[in-house]
């Protein structure tokens, strides 16, 4: 039966709207008090493009809000406000709004957000969502993907390719794992099926971005084409060694099986939202050390130097074929 916007509003949604600025949703607008600097991310996600049409709505929720997250993390901010804009479709229930709202409530919690407010709005199409987060800064600088220089070494949080294998999973692909069709969804699987479902931005490193990252971007599109962009905005070239990028223990399992092909796999695959930036040698114990003491997983992978583009460099020392690759949405016909 459908629900009315207004009441999906009032009942739903001004609830997880508690700050002041947000004027308990009644108004047209919110007001915040801006000390300083805003950083800001949006980011459109739309079901079966960036989410599966059976992926349970709060974890669609959490997507939504962290893949924005995953940028200002990476921006070395703090994510303190986010408006977001609901399109529901005709063909979904509208009692399955409140899945959403509760996913979502628990996310803004989790990373002390504040909803200011949003649109509602109903379409034929696909389920989606659209969010915009505002953070604040953690230095005085915010690093740009054109701020990388010859000598900096590059880095990349959490592990890479994961979600990629979840993805595969997801769409009855078992085989990506060694398994076969009907074999019971082991911890591996499931935390990679998980970890496509619900991102795992590295926030808490933020504050490590801010104080010692030249050049940063998150993890998106793919490893290599993000290094790619990162490149060519800064007018450098970026060598990776294909052995220090960091995967999971299902990565491993899968490029010991699938060899080069399985490892550029993992590298182009996408959904990573890790943080990939350049920093001075200088550095690099301290980089490693905040590691530590956070309990993030951050790995030095490669290096800045003269030219353009990326190469990947395998434990032969030979640069791997192939290796471009990543996500493009490509618009219209």
């Known amino acids: 039966m459908a629900a009315d916007e207004f009441a999906i509003i009032r009942d739903l949604f001004a609830p997880l709207a508690k700050d002041d600025a947000a004027r308990g949703l009644i108004d047209d607008v919110a007001v915040m008090q801006a000390r300083g600097a805003l950083v800001v991310s949006t980011d459109a996600i739309v079901e079966g493009v960036h989410f599966l049409p059976g992926d349970p709505l709060d ?15 990476a921006k070395g901010a703090k994510p303190i406000a986010a408006v977001l804009n609901l399109i529901w479709p005709d063909a979904r229930p509208s009692d399955d709004i409140a899945v959403f709202a509760r996913g979502l409530g628990e996310d803004l919690q989790h990373y002390g957000i504040a909803l200011l407010g949003g649109d509602t709005a109903r379409t034929p199409g696909p389920l989606t969502v659209s969010m915009t987060v505002l953070g604040e800064p953690y230095g005085e600088r915010t690093p740009s993907r054109a701020d990388a220089q010859l000598g900096d070494q590059v880095w990349v949080t959490g592990v890479v390719g994961e979600a990629f294998l979840g993805l595969m999973l997801l769409t009855e692909q078992p085989a990506i794992l060694g398994a076969a069709p009907g074999d019971r969804v082991d911890d591996t699987a499931r935390r990679a099926m998980n970890r496509y479902r619900v991102p795992e931005p590295p926030a ?38 294909a052995d220090a990028v960091p995967l999971s223990s299902g990565g491993e399992a899968y490029v010991a099986r699938e060899g080069k092909a399985g490892l550029l796999r993992l590298l182009n695959g996408g959904d990573d939202y890790q943080a990939l930036f350049t920093a001075g040698p200088e550095a690099r114990s301290a980089i490693q050390q905040a590691g530590r003491v956070l309990g993030v997983n951050v790995a030095l992978i490669g290096d800045v130097e003269a030219g353009g583009g990326v190469r990947v460099i395998g434990a032969d020392g030979r640069e791997l074929s192939g290796a471009a690759g990543g996500h493009r949405h490509q618009l219209g016909q």
């Open 59 to 73: 974890t669609v929720a959490r997507k939504a809000l962290r893949v924005n997250v995953s940028d200002l993390a």
């Open 204 to 241: 808490t490193f933020a504050p490590v971005i801010a104080n010692h990252a030249r050049a940063s971007m998150d993890v998106s599109d793919g490893l290599i084409a993000d290094a790619e962009k990162l490149a060519g905005a800064s007018g450098v070239g970026i060598r990776i060694d």
